[in-house]
C-alpha cells in the first residue's frame, strides 16, 4: 500500500501483538501485525464505509461530510453534516454503501439519532468537484446508527436501524424511481442494540434485541413471532449471531454499549428440547463496546470478533477517558477460551476536564488516537489478499492496514 500522503498530517505506526484473555495456548493460522494509517486524525464522525465511489478500480473510504480518494487518501468534502443539538455528537450515525439508485455508482445509507432520519446520499457520478445530495427515506425515530444486512437472502442488503421503541427494517424495492418498504417487527424487544443471526437454523436469518429474537417467518407477509429468552441490557450494534462453538447452534455475541464487558451466550438444549442460554464473558478491560463485526483476518477457518471501545459514546461513563482500543479476538476450540490480539492501543485522556459537558474526543486524546465509533469495515482496501480495518470515531478516521506475517 502506497503511504497515505496530502490533505491530513499523516502517520504510520506498526503494532504488534497477542494478549490472551485467558491464558494464551496454541492456535494454527497466521500472526498479524498492523500498520495505522491517520486518513483524517481530525475527522469527528462515527459512521464511515468503503467501497469504490468513482469506480476507478480503487477502495475508496466515506466518512461524515467528506470521502477520501485512494490511494492517496485526497479528501473531498461532499455534503454538510450539522453538529447535533447535543454537539458531542453529528448527525450522522451510519454511513453504508450501496448503490441505491442503480445507476452503477455507490450511495450512502445514512441515519441520526437527533434528526431521527434515515436516508440516502447520492453520488453524483463519482464526479469529485459536485456535492452529494441526501433524500430522505423515513423519519422512525432516534436511531443509535444502522446496518445493512441480507435479511431476505435475495442478494440485496435491507437496511437496519436501531430505533428504541420499535424494531424495524426497511427494503429497497425499486430503484427508479428510488423506493423503501418499512416493515415492522413490534415493540417487545426494541431497546438499545440490534443484530442479526439465524437462531434456529431454519436457513432464515432472524433479527437481535437485547431482550429476545424476532423469528423470520417463512411466509413474507407473515408477522415475526418475538421470543424473549435472553435480557443483554444496553447492547451494542451488531448483536452477532455465530455459531462460536462449533456445536451447530448459533450462539450470541455482544457488548456493553454503556459500561465495561463483552460476552457470548452459548445456546443449549434442555431436556424437553427448549433452547437454553448460558452466559459468558469475553473481556470486561475497556467500557463502551459499541460496533462489532466478524472478520477473517487471519485466514483461519473461523473468522475474528472486532470490536473495540466507542471513543466517548457519553463522556461521563465509567471508563470513559480510558485508552481507546480496536481488538480482535479468535476462539480457541482446543481450550474453550478467546485469545486477544492488539489492533490498536492508546493512551488514555489523562487531562480530560473533570466536568463531561467540558470533554472533547479531538482535545482530550492524544493526536492519532484510533478507536470506534458506531461502524466499522473489514475490506481488502489494498487488493493483498486479506481484511484491512476502517475505524471511524470522534477522535479521528484511521485505517489498520492488515500486515499478516
Known amino acids: 500500500m502506497k503511504t497515505p500522503t496530502v490533505i491530513q498530517l499523516m502517520a504510520c505506526q506498526v503494532f504488534f501483538g497477542s494478549l490472551s484473555v485467558q491464558p494464551p495456548t496454541a492456535c494454527g493460522g497466521e500472526k498479524i501485525a498492523w500498520k495505522k494509517h491517520d486518513i483524517n486524525a481530525d475527522s469527528p464522525y462515527e459512521g464511515g464505509g468503503a467501497a469504490d465511489f468513482n469506480n476507478d478500480g480503487r477502495i475508496d473510504i466515506f466518512s461524515g461530510d467528506s470521502w477520501y480518494e485512494a490511494p492517496d487518501w485526497t479528501r473531498h468534502r461532499v455534503r454538510d453534516v ?5 454537539p458531542h455528537y453529528h448527525e450522522d450515525f451510519a454511513d453504508s454503501p450501496l448503490d441505491v439508485n442503480g445507476d452503477g455508482f455507490t450511495d450512502i445509507v445514512t441515519c441520526n439519532y437527533f434528526g431521527r432520519r434515515i436516508g440516502w446520499v447520492e453520488n453524483p457520478g463519482g464526479d469529485a468537484t459536485q456535492p452529494w445530495v441526501e433524500h430522505e427515506v423515513d423519519l422512525p425515530g432516534s436511531m443509535e446508527t444502522g446496518v445493512l444486512v441480507d435479511l431476505t437472502g435475495d442478494g440485496v442488503p435491507e437496511f437496519l436501524p436501531n430505533t428504541p421503541g420499535v424494531v424495524l427494517w426497511y427494503s429497497l424495492e425499486t430503484q427508479q424511481p428510488v423506493t423503501w418498504k418499512r416493515h415492522e417487527c413490534g415493540s417487545q424487544g426494541a431497546g438499545h442494540g440490534v443484530g442479526s443471526g439465524d437462531i434456529n437454523s431454519d436457513g432464515r436469518l432472524d433479527i437481535l434485541t437485547p431482550n429476545g429474537w424476532y423469528e423470520q417467518p417463512a411466509d413474507s407477509d407473515a408477522p415475526w413471532v418475538f421470543h424473549g429468552e435472553f435480557s443483554l441490557g444496553s447492547a ?3 448483536i452477532l449471531g455465530h455459531d462460536v462453538d462449533g456445536d451447530q447452534l448459533t450462539d450470541v455475541i455482544w ?3 454503556h459500561g465495561f464487558g463483552l460476552f457470548w451466550l452459548q445456546q443449549g438444549r434442555a431436556a424437553d428440547g427448549s ?3 448460558k452466559k459468558h464473558l469475553i473481556d470486561d478491560t475497556f467500557s463502551q463496546v459499541h460496533t462489532l463485526l466478524l472478520a477473517g483476518l487471519s485466514g483461519r477457518q473461523q473468522p475474528e470478533l472486532v470490536t ?10 465509567p471508563g470513559a477517558t480510558d485508552a481507546p482500543v ?16 492488539t489492533v490498536f492501543r492508546g493512551d488514555p485522556a489523562v487531562n480530560a476536564p473533570a466536568t463531561a459537558a467540558d470533554r472533547a474526543a479531538l482535545k482530550d486524546f492524544p493526536r492519532g488516537s484510533a478507536g470506534t465509533g458506531l461502524q466499522m469495515s473489514a475490506i481488502d482496501i489494498d487488493g493483498d489478499g486479506d481484511l484491512d480495518l476502517v475505524c471511524p470515531g470522534k477522535s479521528g478516521l484511521y485505517l489498520f492496514e492488515n500486515l499478516r506475517l
Open 82 to 86: 450539522p453538529a447535533s443539538r447535543n
Open 236 to 238: 451494542g450494534i451488531q
Open 255 to 257: 457488548g456493553s454499549g
Open 275 to 277: 433452547r437454553t442460554w
Open 308 to 317: 473495540g471501545k466507542r471513543v466517548y459514546a457519553h463522556e461521563s461513563e
Open 326 to 341: 480496536v481488538y480482535s479476538y479468535r476462539w480457541n476450540p482446543g481450550v474453550g477460551n478467546w485469545v486477544r490480539e
